[in-house]
């Protein structure tokens, strides 16, 4: 395994006072979900805002790479949704061909339609081209090809689409995905992963999230507070909603279950929100919807610096479609590196974070690393002067709980992978 760089960043602040709530709280049903009543299950749609954004943009003109195991494309949900993709595995059976439904419906919550009562994606306008992977069961079960998550990420890479999304993660790094990353970046392309599911267990980086290229994706529930399983640490850079979502039982594509979700389903979230945000700035780069996501992100800590659970924060499409809020920045310059991306012959100022050695970081405090993670929820109920909740999502602070009053900061670094 491959150790872990730190990504150069600016502070990190974990504070005892965090975040607020989705300002919905809805109650899951621990059984399989028939077809008809999934649209109930996705409580994430209205804390988002989704229809009123919907009345913007759907997400057109926006074609997303799914790496995954693979999508089945004549669900009533995708039918007329994906487009041609690419199966790296080497094994019988191509792209369209989906071994467990978890790619299927990793696709359904970024752009499917919602027909015949199937998940109706946060970005329905949006297209997916599918990239077919093998996960651990798959490999051991087949003779598949030994690179296949790098092959999928330079054939994303080399596609039409501008979002990358990939809801696998491992602990083990390989030169062949490292580099295939990069390449993502020197294309243009916005590549989003999950940063794992093992917060309860070794909790340790995972790839794709943890290359620097890469923006790592943490599962949030309906109050607002990281999922118990959502992995911490130097590879979060924004938390999206991952908890009580529905999904296909299996490859049968019978019928919907109810489950976490976790980090997989937050990234096709925070996946389908950038499709949102491009789709209304069509002329913007990828650092500069990444800019906007960032910016715009809810939490209650000082904007710039970042919790080691949520990242920038809780996802918030709506503030920029809505509102039009967030700075896009500097369009060669990217979020997560601090350097110039596209080619371009400037070169960035180191920060202040980038430039500081490792042995003037300041140790990290447990008891706020507890708080942190343990996210207070807000008052649902409080409104802002329209009327509207003040919700995370919808803009505001709902309410803060402040648990001790005691915060601490650690530099996060994020170097050459």
């Not at 990793?106 to 015949?116: P, V």
């Not at 999304?165 to 390449?183: D, I, V």
Request: proline fraction near 5%.
């Amino acid at each position: 395994m491959t150790a872990r760089m730190g990504r150069p960043q600016k502070r990190v602040l974990s504070a005892l006072a965090v975040a607020a709530s989705w300002s919905l709280v809805v109650v899951g049903v621990a059984q399989p979900a028939a077809a008809a009543d999934v649209r109930s299950k996705q409580w994430y749609l209205k804390a988002m805002q989704a229809e009123e954004m919907w009345k913007v943009t759907t997400g057109e003109g926006i074609k997303l790479a799914v790496i995954d195991t693979g999508v089945n494309a004549s669900t009533p949900s995708l039918q007329g949704q994906t487009l041609k993709g690419f199966d790296a595995t080497g094994v019988e059976g191509d792209e369209n061909d989906d071994y467990s439904g978890h790619g299927t419906t990793m696709a359904e919550l970024i752009a499917g339609t919602g027909k015949g009562g199937g998940i109706k994606g946060l970005a329905p306008g949006a297209k997916i081209i599918p990239m077919r992977i093998g996960d651990s069961a798959f490999q051991k079960k087949h003779s598949s090809n030994v690179h296949d998550w790098a092959d999928a990420i330079r054939a994303a890479a080399d596609s039409d689409a501008k979002i990358i999304s990939m809801s696998f993660s491992s602990p083990y790094s390989t030169e062949q995905e490292r580099e295939a990353a990069k390449y993502a970046e020197s294309k243009g392309k916005l590549f989003f992963a999950a940063v794992g599911n093992d917060g309860q267990g070794r909790n340790r980086d995972a790839y794709p999230a943890a290359y620097r290229q890469v923006v790592g994706i943490a599962a949030a529930d309906k109050q607002g507070k990281v999922a118990e399983s959502s992995q911490n640490g130097n590879t979060v850079d924004i938390a999206a909603p991952g908890k009580t979502l529905p999904r296909w039982c299996d490859n049968s594509f019978q019928s919907y279950c109810d489950g976490d979700g976790g980090t997989s389903s937050a990234t096709a979230i925070a996946s389908a929100s950038a499709a949102l945000v491009w789709s209304a700035h069509p002329d913007w780069t990828a650092n500069q919807v990444l800019n906007v996501l960032f910016d715009t992100a809810g939490r209650d800590w000082e904007k710039g610096t970042l919790s080691k659970y949520l990242g920038h924060g809780l996802i918030r499409p709506a503030m920029n479609i809505l509102k039009g809020k967030g700075d896009p920045g500097d369009p060669d310059i990217s979020p997560l590196t601090e350097e110039r991306t596209g080619g371009s012959p400037a070169s960035a100022a180191p920060s202040s974070a980038a430039s500081a050695p490792a042995s003037q970081q300041p140790a990290q405090n447990g008891q706020a690393d507890k708080a942190d993670e343990t996210v207070a929820a807000g008052d649902s109920e409080a409104a802002s002067d329209d009327g509207a909740p003040l919700g995370l999502i919808v803009g505001g602070i709902a309410g803060v709980a402040v648990l001790g009053g005691v915060v601490f900061a650690v530099v996060r670094r994020r170097g050459a992978a």
